[in-house]
Structures are given as C-alpha cells and as structure tokens.
C-alpha cells in the first residue's frame, strides 16, 4: 500500500485545526502509520475445531474485536510499521501474532492463529520466614510473561497454563529472590501445588536462604566422594563422580586433579569485592550425621594459592538454623589460608551433630578484592568412623560376607535410605564426549538434565576396573582383560540403600552386553545393615540367553538396546519381599566369567524399583 500521510502531515493538520483527541495525538507524534487496512482470520483449537468468542486486540491500541460463533473476525486497523495482534481466551494459552507493514498486501492481512488448551494452574503460598511465617503479602511471583502479587494471605496463582517446564520467581523488595523449576511431570490433574514456601530468611549460604536449601540440595546418600584421578589413587578418572553427587554454585572445573573450587573469574566478577563471610564458590548438600559417620575427611590441594576454604555447616533440625563454620582439627587454612601441590588432608569433627541432619557446604572464599584464579580441587571426601588419609577407602568393619569389597559394616548403617525409585543410567544427547579431558559436562548432567541418574544417586565402588560412564546405550561397567574368572570379588559394582516395603519390594534391571558368544558375568546382592550379604537370582529375564554360575553370579548375552529403543533392552526382574520392614544395601557389580581374553561389559540403561 501506498504510504498517505507521516506524522508531520498529520500533527501540521492537528496544529491547524487547533483540535485532536488525545488518543489521536498519541499516533501521530509516537509512530508513523500507512493509512487503514483489514486484519481477518478465523481461530482454531490443536484439534481444527473453531473456537467462538476469542478477544481479538492490536496491542498499544483501542481496536479490538471477538471471533464469531464460526472462529471467525475482521477488524480494521491503522497500518503501522508493526503491529502486534493478541488472541485471547479463558482455557486457552494467549497467542501474539507480529504483523509488519510489508505484510498488508492489497491492505489486507490474514491471521489464523492455533490456541493451545491451557487449563493448568500452578498456585502455592509464601510465608514470611523472618517473622513466625506469617503469610507473606506483596511478594511478586513470576512465571514467564505472567505475573501476580500475593494478598494478605500469601497466596499466587497462575491459570491459563500449558502443561510444560517452567521457572518460577519469588521477588520482594529486602528478601531474597527465590527461583523454583517446575517441570511438566509435577502437574498433577493439570495442577501443582506448591508447598509452602518461606522467604524473607536469613542468607545461610552466599545467595541461599534456608527454604532454598531445602529445597534445592540433593541428598547426600553415600558416605564418600571422589574428584580427580591426579597424583594416584585408587579410583580411574571415569569413576570420579563428586560433582554429580553435589549441587554446585560458582566456578567449578572438573579437573584431573580433583573437583577445582575456582574463585569467580569471569570478567564481570574480577572486582567483586573480598567476602570473608560467604564462600566465593562452593558445593552443598544434605547429609545425616551418625556416630559410625562422624568424622569428615576432605582431601585437596591448590594452584594459585594461598587460598583460603573452610567446612560450613547448618544444623537443619535447629529451631532458628544458623550457618557454622567448623574448625579444622589442626590447619589455619580459613584465617592464613595454604598453598600445596601435593594433597593434604583436612579433618573436621561432626559429632555435635550426630543424630541430626545437617546441610554442608564445602567452598572456597573471595579473601581479597581482586582474587579470582584461586583454586581448590577436592580429591576425596569421607564421611566416615575415623579419619581417613587421601584416596583410601572408608575406615571401618569390612562386611564379613563380602571381603575384598571394600564396604563396611558402619557405612550399612549410616548411608541414607534412597526414596527415590526410578534411575537413568545414560548421558543426556548432546553432552556425550569421549576423553578425560572433557567430562566435567557430562558429569554435571546426570544432576542437572537427568531424572534420578545412577551416577548421581548410587555409589559407585573401585575394586579392581574402571567404567566407560558416556557409552551412548548406557553407563558400562566393565572387567579387566586377561584375567582368572572370580565368582567371590566384582571388578566394580554399583550400591544404594532402601527401605523395602510394598511399595519398593521388587526391582527391574535393563542392560544388555556387547557380545554374541561371550556372555558377561554380573550379580544382584542384597545386604541388610547387619552385614549379611545374599545373592538374589532374578524370577524372570528376555535375555537372548541366561543362565545361573557360580556363588549367585548370573551370565547373559543380549546384545539389543539404545536410548532410542529401550524396550529392546533385556529385562531381569528380582523380588526384594523377603526383606520388607528392613533396610537393605542393594549392590549390582560386574564379575570376570570363564572367557579370560578381552573386557566384559555389563551395559546398565535403568533401574527400576516398583
């Protein structure tokens, strides 16, 4: 269309005139328009259905219009350079269509717009943390583009939604902003239903308040952590999981040297100033403190020290939780700080907590305004009976039916039961990079990108073989070549701790291996918190071909299974009743069979409790 007038013509005729409304003013001294033209459409459901009574608007502008009872509109508009048109209806997700001038051929545009059903709702309540938790009013929740205010009674809803991920945004003038990621598998009936969240709390960790904590660090289930492979050790750099196993905050490298806690040296932070109150970066997470657990061992070193770190504890069942920062039993490393290549061990006593659950942080601090290259990688960290010196394994009781396996008698005890009940056990498309030189992704994927991955949630035990953690069909464990068969010792094996009950009693295995003709050998073990160990024989496989071996051991051959298609993995089904009412330590571990050339592989895709 041809341009007609320009806001000069337009404000000169206003001028002469001496008379324009004021919504005509508006248009002509903010923006240049085209003359008039005709936006028309009709309005349709996913389904191809026509939906009546649509709000049609041009947004900044007073024309609107309403879909008829066949979906269909038309309205005239003043052309502009863009325009941005809006449908809109209770049930329906709001739709905004961008019209550019260009678009107008003939003066005319067609719009027909698809409204997604959206009638979800998420709703929760904010309680003011700092003064009884009392409903919060005033605070601004945020969810996209959608925002509302809570009342009097600290309530935020939100209606009109799609079913999908969102995140969440807690803002008031003088609090702490609180963020929660709400995914699509927590609708429950088109609806979540937040518990109640406190906000207004005292920061506890840099940038965390206690109702963060809570809600955002992972249980700490096993009682050691493992970082780096540098220097030795007893561990490959494939079964250094530490930094799956703990929530991250700052600048965190995945170093051969262990897990580096780096002050933040992005540009923008360099001139942070000095913080010796709050770590600087650090790693977190919930852990129950017993007297079998009480001794914590952290095992580091430094490049570009002096660095300055400390063992930061809140005692979650307090009344009036407070941030405290244990002393070292015989290190100045907080106030004086310390720099050494070689790895030291830091001890800390945690018996004032013993029967309590506690939330720990692990971090380094900004001890000066400038630093930002210092840096701490942590090796080894053990919870355990008694201190425990660099790469060794947990001090204690070793399981009496299960010598060689390096577990103990007090970590039965003291490991925390997992509630959850489902497991992945490959890595996410995209992250999936072979090397020791870029794994920190992919490890920190299995916490952040996956559900309840294995890594992340189980144990992983060391005996005598690494794994292959980013093979594209599963987590692999595996076996050395050339070796005698050992029915009695794994290479390596995967534990966790359960409460059996109806709910959980019975556990499916997907895996499969990478033969036609050797099978691999692996074993289930259930161990109750006494330290009786039993091998437990699945009621039910698909394997290509299973068969029982020596001392519980099980050898199977199933070559089948991808992330694509996992229902082509073999199953192996095992019944866990017997120890309903019981905690028990469920241990899954790869043994070398009769064929002594080459590597077996036991290739794990899920776990499945049920």
């Known amino acids: 269309m041809m341009k007609t ?33 005709t936006i028309s459409g009709v309005v349709t459901d996913t389904g191809g259905d026509r939906i009546a009574s649509v709000s049609v608007t041009v947004d900044g502008t007073n024309v609107s219009t309403t879909t008829a009872s066949d979906g269909t509109y038309s309205m005239d508009v003043t052309i502009r350079k863009t325009l941005v048109v809006k449908f809109q209806k209770t049930g329906y997700a709001l739709v905004g269509m961008t019209v550019p001038f260009k678009n107008f051929a003939g003066g005319k545009v067609t719009l027909s717009p698809v409204l997604e059903v959206a009638d979800a709702i998420i709703t929760g309540r904010v309680l003011d943390a700092s003064h009884g938790n009392v409903p919060f009013s005033g605070v601004t929740a945020s969810i996209g583009s959608q925002t509302v205010t809570t009342g009097s009674d600290g309530v935020f809803t939100f209606t009109d939604l799609t079913i999908q991920d969102y995140t969440l945004t807690l803002r008031k003038t003088g609090a702490m902003t609180i963020t929660r ?10 609806k979540i239903v937040l518990e109640d969240i406190g906000m207004g709390g005292k920061e506890l960790f840099r940038g965390k308040s206690l109702d963060d904590i809570q809600q955002q660090a992972p249980y700490l289930f096993m009682d050691e952590y493992r970082g780096g492979w540098g220097g030795g050790g007893l561990t490959d750099w494939s079964c250094t999981f530490m930094s799956a196993q703990f929530k991250q905050e700052g ?6 040297e262990g897990m580096a806690l780096r002050i933040r040296n992005d540009e923008e932070d360099r001139t942070n100033p000095a913080d ?52 070292e039993t015989d290190k100045k490393e907080f106030t004086e700080g310390f720099s050494s290549g070689d790895y030291l061990n830091f001890r800390y006593d945690l018996s004032a907590y013993v029967g309590k659950r506690i939330a720990i942080a692990i971090g380094t601090y900004r001890w000066a305004t400038g630093d930002y290259w210092v840096q701490v990688p942590l090796k080894h960290i053990t919870f355990a009976p008694e201190y425990v010196d660099g790469d060794n ?12 396996w390096h577990l103990t008698v007090e970590q039965l005890g003291s490991m925390m039961p997992n509630p959850n009940k489902h497991f992945t056990a490959y890595t996410p498309d995209g992250v999936q990079v072979w090397g020791r030189d870029n794994w920190g992704p992919q490890y920190k994927a299995w916490q952040y990108e996956c559900e309840n991955h294995i890594a992340a949630q189980w144990g ?119 120890f309903a009412g019981k905690d028990i330590v469920i241990c899954i571990g790869v043994h070398k069979g009769e064929v002594r050339g080459g590597e077996q592989k036991l290739v794990i895709y899920d776990i499945t409790l049920d």
């Not at 600048?251 to 051969?256: P, V």
């Not at 394994?393 to 060689?404: A, F, H, K, R, W």
């Not at 091998?535 to 099980?554: L, R, T």
Request: with cysteine; glycine share 6%.
């Open 276 to 327: 010796q109150v709050f770590q600087d970066t650090y790693i977190y997470g919930i852990k129950d403190i017993a007297a079998t657990n009480k001794y914590l061992t952290v095992n580091a070193r430094t490049h570009q020290g002096p660095a300055h770190f400390a063992v930061v504890v809140v005692d979650m069942t307090a009344e009036d939780p407070e941030a405290v920062r244990l002393p």
């Open 393 to 404: 394994y947990l001090s204690g009781t070793e399981v009496p039916d299960l010598p060689g």
């Open 181 to 190: 990621q709400l995914r699509k598998e927590d609708f429950v009936e088109h």
């Open 460 to 578: 992983f035990m060391y005996v005598n073989k690494d794994t292959e953690p980013f093979v594209g069909e599963g987590f692999t464990i595996k076996t050395r070549s050339d070796v005698d068969p050992n029915y009695e010792l794994p290479e390596s094996f995967w534990y966790s701790k359960f409460s059996i009950s109806d709910a959980n009693d019975q556990m499916a295995l997907r895996i499969r291996n990478f033969s036609s003709t050797d099978p691999t050998v692996f074993r289930v073990t259930a161990i109750t918190t006494d330290g009786t160990a039993k091998a437990i024989a699945p009621y039910e496989n698909n394997a290509v071909s299973a068969e029982a071996v020596d001392n519980g051991c099980w050898k199977f051959i199933h070559e089948d299974g991808s992330k694509g298609a996992p229902e082509n993995y073999a199953t192996f089904r095992y019944d866990f009743s017997e």
């Open 251 to 256: 600048n965190i490298e995945n170093q051969g």
């Open 5 to 37: 007038k320009s806001k000069v013509i337009v404000l000169a005729a206003a001028l002469l005139a001496g008379v324009m409304s004021s919504s005509c003013s508006e248009t002509a001294t903010v923006e240049e328009d085209w003359g008039t033209g």
